[in-house]
């Protein structure tokens, strides 16, 4: 835990009592505030009221008495309207901050100069930071990883002096920390995404930028537009910046060279350095840094991690020895010649746009509750495609799409158990030489038939686990 100690004496409202804000309120407790925190869910208020956390009913409270709100990341804050403890707390003229707010205030506080990676984007953040992570820890540093993935962020060791924090930061996250001010501050790529949250895709693309304005280096994906342009922005600020890229040679920073080898495709992080290219990596035959997705995932993981130290041969076996995250294009095992793959995380078109690019001869399960625009914007993969298998309530619109394009035959499978039941029997009498892939990247939130992402990838993962014949990675 990180006591809140800069916030000893103050009171405070806190409202969300989910896994990030229970943390938050005892690391605020620990550090000696007062706090008084409520919930729309009895349950949670129950729960939190057993930890030992101050439960209140803020709704009647006099909000001249409190110093600060602190609200959960996931409760609007503008859109599509502001939570009502917003409005008490706009009307009390007091402060609403998030725990991403009260970690950097705490490192302020106690060790100013402890190193802090942050990381956010549309897509890949979450590999990312997990990928820094590790290639830190595996070259022997203190690392303490959490925020939007896994551990809230108060509820890892304080900053110290030689301890390195890599967090995860939603846009919901950041909207919520306006002196956030990391040492390495990554922008991985954007998409239109959490719009009902932030109103429109310019104000979400302004507070993701917030992140790596005021970082010490800034590392920033070129490959699309809105954020090419915030490098620019950035470089024209005079301030320390690091151009990355999976998909296109710089001339300064760091990126993705694809190389033909032997008949198969290497992928090689270069860096660029005064003009000069060196190639500091080779990405072949890990499997979990597969694609083009995680070729610019490595080269921000690869620049801020050059940024903290580390020479290039410790950067180069981290990621020879990274083993994934689950849920995101994670290798389960193998039947043969046919891999299996949970790319359950893939909730949107853009995040499976990055498996379909990874694999030829794909047998696709999807599926789910479809965000804005379906898959139309895959139809340039659908050659990969060798059938499809669609589940949930998005059948309709993905065979109407199917049908339209006239490429992709496909099962409607109804449910996932029956769908990977199919694939796996096409897969395995599909003919041909060379790897073939059962994915489960669903291009769709998981609502109508899971009540996440997670339990949909643990799903498939148990199901292809029972298959006969089944080998997980590693078992040869």
Same mark, same amino acid.
């Given at each position: 835990?990180?006591p809140?100690?800069?916030f000893?004496?103050r009171?405070?409202?806190?409202?969300g009592?989910?896994?990030s804000?229970l943390?938050t309120?005892?690391?605020?407790?620990?550090?000696?505030?007062?706090?008084?925190?409520?919930d729309?869910n009895?349950?949670s208020r129950?729960?939190?009221?057993?930890k030992?956390?101050?439960v209140?009913?803020?709704?009647?409270?006099d909000?001249?008495?409190? *110093?600060?709100?602190?609200?959960?990341?996931?409760v609007?804050l503008?859109h599509?309207?502001?939570?009502?403890t917003?409005?008490?707390?706009?009307?009390?003229?007091?402060?609403?901050?998030?725990?991403?707010?009260?970690?950097?205030?705490?490192r302020?506080?106690?060790?100013?100069?402890?190193p802090?990676?942050?990381?956010?984007?549309?897509?890949g953040?979450?590999?990312?930071?997990?990928l820094?992570?590790?290639?830190?820890?595996?070259a022997?540093?203190?690392v303490?990883?959490?925020?939007?993935?896994g551990?809230?962020?108060?509820a890892?060791?304080?900053p110290a002096?030689g301890?390195i924090h890599?967090?995860?930061?939603?846009?919901?996250?950041?909207d919520?920390? $306006?002196s956030m001010?990391p040492?390495?501050g990554?922008?991985?790529?954007?998409t239109?995404d959490?719009?009902?949250?932030?109103g429109?895709?310019?104000?979400?693309?302004?507070?993701?930028?917030?992140?790596?304005?005021a970082a010490?280096?800034?590392?920033?994906?070129? *490959?699309?537009?809105p954020s090419?342009?915030m490098?620019?922005?950035?470089a024209?600020?005079?301030? $320390?910046?690091?151009?990355?890229s999976?998909?296109q040679p710089l001339d300064d920073?760091?990126?993705a060279?694809?190389?033909?080898?032997?008949?198969?495709?290497?992928?090689?992080?270069?860096q660029?350095?005064d003009?000069?290219?060196?190639?500091?990596?080779?990405l072949?035959?890990?499997?979990?840094?597969?694609?083009?997705h995680?070729?610019?995932?490595?080269?921000?993981?690869?620049a801020?991690?050059f940024?903290?130290?580390?020479t290039? $041969?410790?950067i180069?076996?981290g990621?020879?020895?990274?083993?994934?995250?689950?849920?995101?294009?994670?290798e389960?095992?193998?039947?043969?010649?046919?891999?299996?793959?949970? *790319?359950?995380?893939a909730t949107?078109?853009d995040s499976?746009?990055?498996?379909?690019?990874?694999?030829?001869?794909?047998f696709?399960?999807?599926?789910g509750?479809?965000?804005?625009?379906?898959?139309?914007?895959?139809?340039?993969?659908?050659p990969?495609?060798a059938?499809?298998?669609?589940i949930?309530?998005?059948? *309709?619109l993905f065979?109407?799409t199917?049908e339209a394009?006239?490429r992709?035959?496909?099962?409607?499978?109804?449910t996932?158990?029956?769908?990977?039941?199919?694939a796996?029997?096409?897969?395995?009498?599909?003919?041909?030489?060379g790897?073939i892939a059962?994915?489960l990247?669903?291009?769709?939130?998981s609502?109508d038939?899971f009540?996440?992402?997670?339990?949909?990838g643990?799903?498939?993962?148990?199901?292809?686990?029972?298959l006969p014949?089944f080998? $997980?990675f590693g078992?040869r």
């Amino acid at each position: 835990m990180t006591p809140v100690t800069c916030f000893a004496g103050r009171r405070v409202a806190l409202f969300g009592l989910g896994g990030s804000g229970l943390a938050t309120a005892l690391a605020l407790i620990a550090g000696g505030a007062q706090v008084e925190a409520f919930d729309d869910n009895p349950a949670s208020r129950e729960k939190a009221a057993g930890k030992g956390i101050p439960v209140a009913d803020l709704e009647a409270a006099d909000w001249s008495r409190f *110093d600060s709100l602190i609200l959960a990341p996931g409760v609007p804050l503008t859109h599509p309207a502001p939570h009502w403890t917003v409005e008490k707390a706009q009307a009390a003229g007091i402060e609403i901050i998030g725990d991403i707010e009260l970690f950097f205030r705490e490192r302020a506080a106690i060790a100013p100069a402890a190193p802090v990676v942050c990381i956010t984007g549309t897509n890949g953040k979450s590999t990312t930071t997990a990928l820094i992570a590790h290639v830190l820890q595996a070259a022997g540093r203190d690392v303490q990883m959490g925020g939007n993935i896994g551990t809230a962020v108060l509820a890892l060791q304080p900053p110290a002096d030689g301890r390195i924090h890599v967090i995860e930061c939603s846009s919901y996250q950041i909207d919520l920390a $306006p002196s956030m001010a990391p040492s390495v501050g990554i922008q991985m790529n954007l998409t239109p995404d959490h719009l009902n949250r932030h109103g429109t895709f310019e104000q979400y693309g302004a507070i993701k930028e917030r992140l790596v304005a005021a970082a010490d280096i800034a590392v920033i994906g070129v *490959d699309d537009e809105p954020s090419k342009q915030m490098a620019r922005r950035r470089a024209a600020s005079g301030r $320390p910046v690091v151009k990355i890229s999976g998909e296109q040679p710089l001339d300064d920073g760091v990126f993705a060279g694809v190389t033909a080898n032997a008949g198969s495709l290497e992928t090689r992080i270069v860096q660029v350095l005064d003009g000069k290219p060196r190639i500091v990596a080779n990405l072949a035959g890990i499997g979990s840094l597969r694609g083009s997705h995680n070729a610019q995932n490595a080269a921000a993981a690869f620049a801020a991690c050059f940024a903290l130290g580390l020479t290039a $041969p410790e950067i180069a076996a981290g990621f020879a020895s990274y083993p994934g995250l689950a849920h995101r294009m994670e290798e389960i095992g193998r039947i043969g010649r046919v891999v299996f793959i949970n *790319d359950s995380k893939a909730t949107n078109a853009d995040s499976t746009e990055k498996a379909l690019t990874s694999f030829r001869d794909i047998f696709w399960i999807l599926g789910g509750k479809a965000k804005e625009g379906g898959i139309e914007s895959l139809r340039r993969y659908f050659p990969n495609i060798a059938r499809a298998y669609l589940i949930g309530a998005a059948s *309709d619109l993905f065979a109407a799409t199917f049908e339209a394009d006239g490429r992709v035959t496909y099962e409607r499978s109804g449910t996932l158990d029956v769908a990977v039941a199919q694939a796996t029997q096409d897969a395995l009498a599909h003919g041909g030489q060379g790897e073939i892939a059962v994915l489960l990247s669903p291009a769709c939130a998981s609502f109508d038939q899971f009540p996440n992402f997670e339990v949909r990838g643990d799903a498939f993962r148990a199901l292809v686990k029972a298959l006969p014949g089944f080998e $997980p990675f590693g078992a040869r």
